[in-house]
């Protein structure tokens, strides 16, 4: 069978929606909620931080593990420890209440996430890997864009008891989904230790941590940059949303037929722009052609760097490739975070603007003199050995 979107495709793809929308939720309202509990632009970044780094630690176990015990133990058991915690925040009372579950939140984060991820390459045609990853890309970018909007409208009109109860029933969704999705992932009687990195997958993901250390900047600190200029930052996630929705199927595509490189390049470039053309702006419009950029930008790199980071790894091992993607996705994230909120502190939000480019122009160059070569190495490989096979 060589189709995408199968009923396990649509199942797998929601439940990442849901369980994204539930988790960006909090992206532009929790800065606001620390501030309620007392807490400085500094402990911001910390609180954000402390999250992403939480799920460093726990997901190259995580990606072991899938590929030797399989999918479904953890996507389940991942989305209700999820659940729990997201309820959990409603309870917070302190700054050091609320760091200890977001210590337990990513630790969630990082099975759940890692888990849905490795089983929808188990569904996805392995012809047509490029254009699945686009659209299942789609579907958990559309979450981080659109889940911003939802918290920012909620928080607005009801209060933070209300947006917490909403987060915890999107994630209650998804675990409903993800219990009848058929994942065609069987476990292998498969003795010694248990395998957690692949130095294989290493080139590209380096390039995603770079890449989402602006990243980390722009979502985090973006609410309160837009609150200086008198913008809302619902506006931008929303422009942000949309153009993800417009550019994921295309760049699958063009990453199945012409390479990655085709796709990563260009991207990067433009979410360097975007990132600078917000250090730049003092109102709606700048705002709107940043959101634009880095949509186009960053929507196309991410799903191609996943997908490039499968194609590197062996194929016993999705669970980990995945994991060293995520890793570095979120590492890059917290780093991203605390770093760049020091900067935010002392030196303004234009200059974290400046200093997020950076690491933007660092993920472009490492791609292009690094990671690129070795995705040629890997394709000219899997040609010499098809080739072998058919003589």
Known sequence: MNKIWTKNFIHISLAMLLLVMAFYILIPTLPIFIK???GTESQVGLVTGIFTLSAVLVRP???GMVDRYGRRPFMIGGLILFALTMYLYDWIGGLIYLVALRMFHGVSWAISTNSIATAVTDIIPNNRRGEGMGWFGMFTTLGMAVGPVVGVWITENYSFHALFL?????????LLIAYVTNIPFQPRNVSGPISYLDKSVFPTSLVTFFMTISFGGIITFMPLFAGTIAVNS?????VYAVTLTLIRPIAGKLTDRYGEAIVIIPALGMSIVATLTLAVSYGLFGVLVSAVLYGIGFGAAQPALQAATINLAPPDKKGIANASFFTAFDLGIGLGSILLGGVSQ????????????????AALLLFSVYARGFLKNRKNSNKERINRSLN
């Open 36 to 38: 309620q509990l007392g």
């Open 61 to 63: 176990l995580v990606g």
């Open 166 to 174: 909403l987060a915890t029933g999107f994630v209650i969704a998804a």
């Open 346 to 361: 002392y030196m303004g939000y234009r200059a974290l603007f400046c200093v997020a480019s950076i690491s933007g122009i």
């Open 234 to 238: 619902g506006t931008f996630f929303l």
